[in-house]
């Protein structure tokens, strides 16, 4: 089945350091991939989602590159600010199945 | 305004109890969504809904009971609660019309059973 493999956080840097954060996934279609960012205490909220191969996703500074050869979706920033503190959560949706699978997630904090 | 809302946010109940979570989407979707969230963050589908119809349904207790009254709403019934149902259930929906399309979620309801 479909699965997808986040790296394990917490990830703590420092303000205006470069994120980047390790998502990659296993699809028996094509599927389309996403990354949601959860702040404390609220829902989810779309970052940013790639529909096919070589599509780059990019919202707020962060970006991801769909990599069908590699499997990956990796989440990046270039620099990162305190209130980017969060979990954010790798997910795809793949054909014929309307409903996301997601990793475990990976806290990020922040500091000033 | 809020395109998912669920109510309540807190659900604080002893085991055994029967509660209900409804959950409500103004953004004309489609498909609505049920997720559990466990206390290390991991979500897991539970039910999906289409138009009404179910369309999925992972391996959940079946002491959990999905209700779609129209296709704006969808409600979580839950019977004889235990320890192990604490968690955060968020509901979530999409247009039916690609697969590809995100869905929206709302805030969540925190069910702490004691």
């Known amino acids: 089945g479909d699965s997808v493999t986040q790296m394990e956080g917490p990830v703590t840097l420092s303000e205006e350091a470069f994120l980047t954060i390790n998502c990659t996934y296993t699809a028996t279609g094509y599927p389309s991939l996403f990354w949601y960012v959860q702040y404390p205490g609220e829902g989810l909220q779309l970052l940013l989602k790639a529909t096919k191969a070589d599509d780059k996703g990019s919202n707020k500074g962060f970006e991801a590159t769909y990599r069908k050869e590699t499997t990956s979706f990796h989440l990046e920033k270039g620099s990162v600010q305190v209130s980017d503190s969060a979990v954010y959560f790798c997910a795809l949706m793949d054909t014929g199945r309307r409903a996301l699978t997601f990793g475990s997630g990976t806290r990020l904090q922040v500091q000033p | 305004d809020t395109a998912v809302s669920q109510t309540p946010k807190y659900l604080v109940t002893q085991m055994g109890n029967d509660k209900s979570i409804k959950c409500e989407q103004n953004?004309?979707?489609?498909?609505m969504y049920w997720y559990k969230q466990d206390s290390k963050k991991f979500l897991k589908i539970m039910f999906s809904y289409n138009n009404k119809e179910l369309i999925i349904n992972e391996t959940v207790p079946n002491r959990f009971s999905p209700k779609s009254p129209d296709k704006a709403h969808l409600n979580l019934h839950i019977n004889s609660l235990e320890l192990g149902d604490s968690a955060v259930y968020f509901c979530?929906?999409?247009?039916?019309?690609?697969?590809?399309?995100?869905?929206?979620f709302g805030n969540g309801t925190r069910l702490t059973v004691t």
């Open positions: 953004l004309g979707h489609d498909t």
């Open positions: 979530a929906s999409s247009p039916a019309s690609s697969y590809n399309s995100p869905l929206h």
